[in-house]
T-cell receptor, first 114, second 117 residues
């Protein structure tokens, strides 16, 4: 699976949009971009994933560049509860739903400030 | 709350003890995973089970022994651990097999925080 690069830490004001970048310049055509977050003392929580198109769900939006070499996770209105480590992971889409593990990088510590 | 339940939440054990970590899910998932997470580090994969069979062992020392007795349960048996094995142990599950989306995300429990003294 392709390696990702994320900033070590970021701050965001409460109520503002948090934009978390991820670089995955060696991504292959069949690799998906996943985002997870881990709030202190909890397990990782799935946020969103995508292949080529931008995606949106109730938690966040995922913007993937046209060349797919980078992406941005957007939390539209950050709250204090969004303070967490955010992991960008690139993972091959497998056939027949076979078990495919996640390989975590170092992630970005997002701190939402009051 | 998560749909993957891990027990106990905390465990302290001596180096000569034998203990087990338990993980349970009732989402019908047929792939289950053990990850280990040291403080301020990302989770690292230990084992993957697919249809109750061990499919991946990431060169984990034999003092960690996984077991998948049925499709809902995953155990991690611990014996003769070292203090450096102290960590958060995370269990996860995901769908697998025909009809399951091969991009389905992993669902994680909140982990067992293990301290080896």
């Amino acid at each position: 699976d392709a390696k990702t690069t994320q900033p070590t830490s970021m701050d965001c004001a409460e109520g503002r949009a948090a934009n978390l970048p991820c670089n995955h310049s060696t991504i292959s055509g069949n690799e998906y971009v996943y985002w997870y977050r881990q709030i202190h003392s909890q397990g990782p929580q799935y946020i969103i994933h995508g292949l080529k198109n931008n995606e949106t769900n109730e938690m966040a939006s995922l913007i993937i560049t046209e060349d797919r070499k980078s992406s941005t996770l957007i939390l539209p209105h950050a709250t204090l509860r969004d303070t967490a480590v955010y992991y960008c992971i690139v993972r091959v889409g497998s056939s027949s739903g076979s078990a495919r593990q996640l390989t975590f990088g170092s992630g970005t510590q997002l701190t939402v400030l009051p | 709350d998560t749909e993957v339940t891990q027990t106990p939440k905390h465990l302290v054990m001596g180096m000569t003890n034998k203990k087990s970590l338990k993980c349970e899910q009732h989402m019908g998932h047929r792939a289950m995973y053990w990850y280990k997470q040291k403080a301020k580090k990302p989770p690292e994969l230990m084992f993957v089970y697919s249809y109750e069979k061990l499919s991946i062992n990431e060169s984990v020392p034999s003092r960690f022994s996984p077991e998948c007795p049925n499709s809902s349960l995953l155990n991690l048996h611990l014996h003769a651990l070292q203090p450096e094995d102290s960590a958060l142990y995370l269990c996860a599950s995901s769908p697998r097999g025909q009809g399951a989306s091969y991009n389905s995300p992993l669902h994680f429990g909140n982990g067992t925080r293990l301290t080896v003294t």
